[in-house]
């Protein structure tokens, strides 16, 4: 539907209240949910759809299911996931609200479309810190 736009973060909010809103996120997307469907808690995610039209603006869908085909997700596809919704603090954050209507316009703009629902999937991978291997040496001292 949508060609890739590259947004830059000051089109949200003005550079000096970015960092504010960056650690703000930071604090939120540590307190996410363990991933349901990995194995080896790698990682943390939550997910909501919103609804829009023009009548009633932007509201929270009733439909919550998270399906990818096998060309988008060979591992996980054809299966209908259901991940933890985005939290309320979340939700309610300015800098969020902000993201989610400059995507509002920016659909209307580029498709003409009044109503449509936008997917949102808070993703956080967890990398844990491994010691340093000392690996032989492949040169020869001579």
């Keep these: 539907m949508l060609d890739s736009i590259f947004i830059k973060g000051s089109n949200y909010l003005p550079s000096e209240e970015i960092e ?7 604090k939120m997307y540590g307190a996410l949910e363990k991933d349901p469907y990995t194995d080896k808690n790698i ?3 939550a997910y909501s759809r919103y609804d829009y039209d023009q009548q009633h603006g932007l509201t929270k869908s009733n439909k919550t299911g998270y399906f990818q085909t096998y060309d988008s997700n060979n591992v996980d596809s ?11 603090e979340i939700n309610n954050n ?3 609200k902000k993201i989610l209507l400059k995507d509002i316009e920016l659909i209307k703009d ?18 844990k810190k491994y010691p340093i291997l000392q690996l032989p040496s492949l040169v020869t001292q001579r």
Aim: glycine share 8%; aromatic share 12%; hydrophobic share 40%.
């Design 43 to 45: 990682g943390k995610r």
């Design 20 to 26: 504010i809103h960056i650690s703000k996120f930071k």
């Design 78 to 88: 054809g299966t209908n996931r259901l991940f933890i919704e985005i939290p309320d």
């Design 110 to 127: 580029k498709t003409a479309r009044t109503e449509f629902t936008i997917g949102v999937h808070l993703i956080r991978y967890l990398a």
């Design 94 to 96: 300015n800098l969020f």
